[in-house]
């Protein structure tokens, strides 16, 4: 008898334990932090959306959203928290930040696996090529037509799968895990072109300019170039627009107060004057303002 009343002491709170774990709010992936305690967001080096400044400050577009977005809803200064671009959704999902500051764009899988913050820009795919173009590239069909032509591209990143789309060969299309990493594989001529968003782009050569500047203004004349025009596929019917956002766990309530925030924000003129400095004109700014991200088609470019 005493067996029997030990094993149904033992089913009863095995069962119990059992019940409570799958009540758990953890199973439901981890919350945001309350209002009173700093946000951890990730980031990934890549001027203009997110980088270091020589004093070691971390500024950007992306960044920026998130702090003015922050203040107006009075959360502190979030704990920043860097991260290879390719690792920062694995991040979120594993609980070690609560949110993404680094020029996302939505894409239909990061959409299913991420809640997107309404845009905060439009953008579309640039090409980095070598001064002059001499491979005359213009359009992703251009890189895949061309033998010769091989294509850097940021790991994990949506331009990554316009060019596997484009039916760009795996052995011409080189990943790295940095904007730095593909213009150090450009202008070493181990690719011919790199594709990013254009905002990026413009960024990198107005720095590579400055850079010339100061040391000779001969190098000046052999520095890459954007590719003008460019085309995701060829014609110039073949544009793509993306629009990058601050991203969270799905579920996460945060999100909705972010948006909320942004909402107000987004194309009032402290916004525009802020970004800026960052190359992200009226032209930018206009198409998403005031438009949830629902609201709007296209295809991510980062």
């Given at each position: 008898?005493?067996?029997?009343?030990?094993?149904?002491?033992?089913?009863?709170?095995?069962?119990?334990?059992?019940?409570?774990?799958?009540?758990?709010?953890?199973?439901?992936?981890?919350?945001?932090?309350?209002?009173?305690?700093?946000?951890?967001?990730?980031?990934?080096?890549?001027?203009?959306?997110?980088?270091?400044?020589?004093?070691?400050?971390?500024?950007?577009?992306?960044?920026?959203?998130?702090?003015?977005?922050?203040?107006?809803?009075?959360?502190?200064?979030?704990?920043?928290?860097?991260?290879?671009?390719?690792?920062?959704?694995?991040?979120?999902?594993?609980?070690?930040?609560?949110?993404?500051?680094?020029?996302?764009?939505?894409?239909?899988?990061?959409?299913?696996?991420l809640a997107f913050s309404?845009?905060?820009?439009?953008?579309?795919?640039?090409?980095?090529?070598?001064?002059?173009?001499?491979?005359?590239?213009?359009?992703?069909?251009?890189?895949?037509?061309?033998?010769?032509?091989?294509?850097?591209?940021?790991?994990?990143?949506?331009?990554?799968?316009?060019?596997?789309?484009?039916?760009?060969?795996?052995?011409?299309?080189?990943?790295?895990?940095?904007?730095?990493?593909?213009?150090?594989?450009?202008?070493?001529?181990?690719?011919?072109?790199?594709?990013?968003?254009?905002?990026?782009?413009?960024?990198?050569?107005?720095?590579?300019?400055?850079?010339?500047?100061?040391?000779?203004?001969?190098?000046?004349?052999?520095?890459?170039?954007?590719?003008?025009?460019?085309?995701?596929?060829?014609?110039?019917?073949?544009?793509?627009?993306?629009?990058?956002?601050?991203?969270?766990?799905?579920?996460?309530?945060?999100?909705?107060?972010?948006?909320?925030?942004?909402?107000?924000?987004?194309?009032?003129?402290?916004?525009?004057?802020?970004?800026?400095?960052?190359?992200?004109?009226?032209?930018?700014?206009?198409?998403?303002?005031?438009?949830?991200?629902?609201?709007?088609?296209?295809?991510?470019?980062?």
């Amino acid at each position: 008898m005493r067996l029997i009343l030990w094993l149904g002491l033992v089913m009863t709170v095995t069962v119990a334990v059992i019940v409570s774990i799958g009540r758990s709010p953890a199973l439901d992936g981890p919350q945001s932090p309350g209002p009173d305690r700093p946000l951890r967001v990730g980031y990934a080096i890549e001027a203009p959306y997110a980088f270091r400044d020589p004093g070691g400050g971390l500024y950007g577009e992306a960044v920026d959203m998130m702090r003015a977005a922050l203040r107006r809803i009075g959360r502190p200064e979030p704990v920043w928290i860097h991260a290879e671009f390719g690792a920062l959704m694995h991040e979120l999902d594993m609980g070690r930040i609560d949110a993404i500051a680094s020029g996302l764009c939505r894409a239909p899988e990061r959409a299913a696996r991420l809640a997107f913050s309404r845009p905060t820009a439009a953008v579309q795919p640039g090409l980095l090529v070598a001064a002059g173009n001499p491979l005359g590239l213009h359009s992703l069909a251009d890189v895949v037509g061309d033998a010769r032509a091989r294509l850097c591209v940021l790991e994990q990143s949506v331009e990554q799968d316009m060019a596997r789309r484009a039916s760009l060969p795996d052995s011409r299309l080189r990943t790295r895990t940095s904007a730095a990493g593909c213009l150090t594989e450009l202008q070493q001529g181990a690719v011919q072109a790199m594709m990013l968003s254009v905002p990026s782009l413009r960024w990198m050569v107005r720095q590579l300019e400055q850079q010339a500047r100061s040391a000779s203004q001969t190098r000046a004349q052999h520095l890459p170039e954007l590719a003008q025009p460019f085309w995701v596929s060829s014609g110039p019917d073949g544009s793509a627009i993306g629009y990058p956002a601050l991203a969270f766990r799905r579920g996460d309530r945060l999100r909705d107060e972010i948006d909320a925030a942004l909402a107000t924000y987004i194309g009032s003129p402290e916004h525009l004057q802020r970004v800026s400095v960052y190359g992200f004109d009226e032209g930018l700014i206009a198409p998403v303002r005031g438009e949830p991200l629902a609201g709007l088609r296209g295809t991510a470019t980062r």
